[in-house]
């Protein structure tokens, strides 16, 4: 029954994104196995009234994708060749309401984001950091590539992101104008020159030298401001973007400032909104008509203050703003419904809620959703006047929905994804925080009157909420195998107002903690639960309260598992990718730091990392893996050996994505409680070696 609910959960077809245009067009990104079943693959789909219409097919797997009014749907696409592998770099497609797909460009790095707006074509690229346009981006990378150099020289922070390094290339925005007609459209010499498509037997690929050498569409690098784009949005007509560059000045480390960029006209970038060091700014959407956008607004985290967001409206042609419904107590991120009207979701309660409300009102209403629901949404757009979004909860995974902006009635869109069926049942534990404050957790219970054997999940963040599904860390294979599943929201937690945030933003072993241990103890005073047979685990923030909790507690649990986790607090500020971090946790080192109290742990532990893992680095994980074995207090086993374990994943970052390797990650993981937690023998899979 386990093996076969991590399957049915890994192998369900997904919904990974919604794509919509403002005349009523909506586009599902899915994600399912390949044939292989070794790696994802995702595909395009058209939801068209009660129809669901197959965009893309074949193995290649889908990016970044842009809908058009017309009816075309652009998007990047790794051809897969006759060896059957992938080609390194996405190749940009269109694809017409009717006919195949065409390709418009291809380009050494690839694609990013897209967007269609007027008659434009925007993207985001990867360009070599000397290249002035596409002709010398191909010719640099060209030469790189010829002397086999991989280094990167590096002037700013960071130097890698989460998963991937960066550098020696730049994101910048470009633009291409799209023809009248596609369709008739000739290929063209592109601007760039590749050289070298000679192979190692003195013979060339014609196709290939064709593709390099002409295509449809031709890019023109916008200038750019200094730092490093982290975030951009483009308004309709395709004239003006708001982008969000990430540049380090002075004393302060990869901070955020918002421009706006003119991209038919000529001008340079303008200066908006200069970061510092407690506040930043990022690009929101832009009005209908242009003349206004939505900004956001976010206090960063310090050592007396706690991290907090909010929305500004902004008068492009001033530059003045005013914040946008000030009395709202929640993070959003709001779209434009028309002029006067804007639309958000955000967590609410361990659910989320849709919001709307007019940009002069101090608060939004809430349309749908919050309190006594189920679901969470995410990805709000709006497509012929009804917002569109993806809807999932605890135990209901994403699906389309349509809601209606008047009534909020939420109407279920054909779903081109799986619904998983789990077992279990969905309740709520509620409890009292040490300072009074009210606190809630969803409890998901296996069938059978128990008592059930039981595993806390603290979530990581610490800015979130387990209020929606998630493929990682989902409570049903574990409920499935027998546990009961408890995922509490502490302190930190986004949903129930700033507060929450600071009640524990400065003492992450503090309120959050006591939260968690609160809700522990309420859940495990039902008569459903197993008290003496109870284990914890948590991943990135929540790996640390796992740490945490495994330095004191003792064996109140009888194992404890930590993925990608924080265990030396400074070290961590100074590996991390996380320019944010190292600053504000000066203060909380001496106090909140798991490592200080390794000689308290007396569980067996199950330590999992992967190597490309630059948020919590890999050296986390290491320095934790042997101060267990040198200093805790966990007593060997019969042979005098370590009962603790390390899974260790050599290709996976912070999240373990590939296929096979997110089972053995859930065969591992229950393998450990039920040796542990069940005192039952558990068959290491072969696959592990």
Not at 182 to 204: K, M, N, Q
Not at 537 to 559: E, K, P, Q
């Amino acid at each position: 029954m386990t093996r076969e609910s991590i399957e049915t959960l890994l192998d369900a077809t997904r919904l990974a994104g919604l794509e919509t245009t403002e005349g009523g067009r909506i586009l599902a990104k899915v994600s399912r196995p390949d044939a292989k079943g070794t790696a994802y693959r995702s595909a395009l789909v058209e939801i068209d009234g009660e129809a669901l219409l197959p965009l893309t097919r074949g193995s290649a797997s889908v990016g970044a994708v842009a809908a058009a009014e017309d009816g075309t749907t652009y998007f990047t696409a790794k051809r897969v060749g006759e060896d059957g592998e992938e080609a390194e770099d996405a190749q940009l497609w269109a694809l017409p309401v009717r006919g195949e797909a065409r390709e418009l460009a291809a380009r050494p790095g690839g694609f990013g984001g897209l967007t269609v707006a007027g008659r434009h074509l925007i993207a985001e690229l990867e360009v070599h950091s000397q290249a002035a346009d596409e002709t010398e981006h191909a010719e640099l990378t060209a030469t790189r590539t010829k002397d086999k150099v991989t280094a990167a020289l590096h002037s700013g922070f960071p130097t890698r992101y989460w998963d991937h390094d960066l550098g020696p290339t730049r994101p910048v925005l470009a633009i291409a104008a799209l023809p009248e007609d596609l369709a008739a459209a000739e290929r063209t010499p592109a601007p760039a020159r590749v050289e070298d498509a000679t192979a190692a037997d003195g013979s060339t690929d014609a196709a290939a030298d064709e593709d390099a050498l002409t295509q449809v569409l031709h890019f023109r690098h916008l200038p750019m401001p200094p730092g490093r784009l982290v975030g951009w949005s483009v308004d309709r007509a395709g004239e003006r973007a708001l982008v969000a560059m990430s540049d380090s000045r002075d004393d302060l480390l990869a901070v955020s400032h918002l421009y706006l960029l003119d991209l038919v006209g000529g001008q340079g970038p303008r200066l908006l909104r200069e970061g510092g060091a407690e506040v930043e700014y990022g690009p929101g959407a832009f009005s209908p008509a242009g003349d206004r956008a939505v900004i956001g607004r976010h206090r960063t985290w310090t050592e007396t203050a706690t991290m907090s967001a909010a929305v500004e409206l902004l008068d492009l042609a001033s530059g003045e703003s005013t914040p946008l419904w000030p009395e709202f107590d929640h993070w959003a991120d709001p779209v434009w419904l028309d002029e006067t009207t804007l639309v958000a979701t955000s967590d609410d309660t361990g659910r989320g809620s849709v919001w709307i409300g007019d940009v002069a009102a101090p608060a939004p209403r809430r349309l749908a959703g919050g309190p006594g629901r189920d679901l969470a949404f995410s990805g709000a757009s709006v497509a012929g006047g009804a917002i569109i979004a993806s809807a999932s909860g605890i135990a209901v995974a994403p699906h389309p929905v349509r809601i209606d902006p008047a009534t909020g009635e939420i109407a279920q869109l054909p779903n081109p994804a799986d619904p998983v069926d789990l077992p279990g049942t969905l309740t709520e534990v509620t409890a009292t925080a040490e300072d009074g404050t009210a606190l809630r957790a969803w409890l998901r219970l296996p069938e059978g009157e128990g008592p059930h054997p039981l595993v806390v999940f603290a979530h990581g963040g610490p800015w979130g909420s387990w209020n929606a599904w998630t493929y990682r860390w989902n409570p049903g294979p574990f409920v499935a195998a027998g546990y009961a599943v408890l995922l509490p929201d502490p302190a930190i937690s986004t949903g129930y107002g700033q507060a929450m945030i600071d009640r524990g933003q400065h003492e992450l072993g503090g309120a959050p903690y006591t939260d968690i241990m609160a809700l522990t103890d309420a859940t495990i005073a039902r008569q459903d639960v197993d008290a003496e047979r109870t284990a914890f685990a948590g991943g990135s923030y929540g790996g640390y309260m796992a740490n945490w909790v495994a330095g004191h507690t003792g064996d109140r649990f009888r194992c404890i598992v930590t993925h990608a986790s924080l265990w030396d607090t400074e070290t961590m500020g100074h590996t991390t990718d996380n320019a944010g971090w190292e600053r504000p946790m000066r203060g909380q080192n001496p106090q909140y730091n798991p490592k200080e109290y390794v000689g308290e742990i007396v569980v067996p532990m199950l330590v999992i990392h992967g190597d490309k893992d630059y948020r919590v680095p890999i050296a986390q994980g290491h320095a934790l893996w042997y101060d267990l074995h040198e200093f805790s207090a966990t007593p060997r086993d019969a042979h005098g050996r370590t009962r603790h374990r390390y899974l260790y994943f050599p290709d996976e970052g912070h999240w373990i994505q590939g296929r096979g390797n997110a089972q053995v990650w859930y065969e591992t993981f229950l393998g450990f409680l039920d040796t542990h937690v069940r005192g039952e023998a558990w068959e290491r899979p072969a696959t592990l070696g």
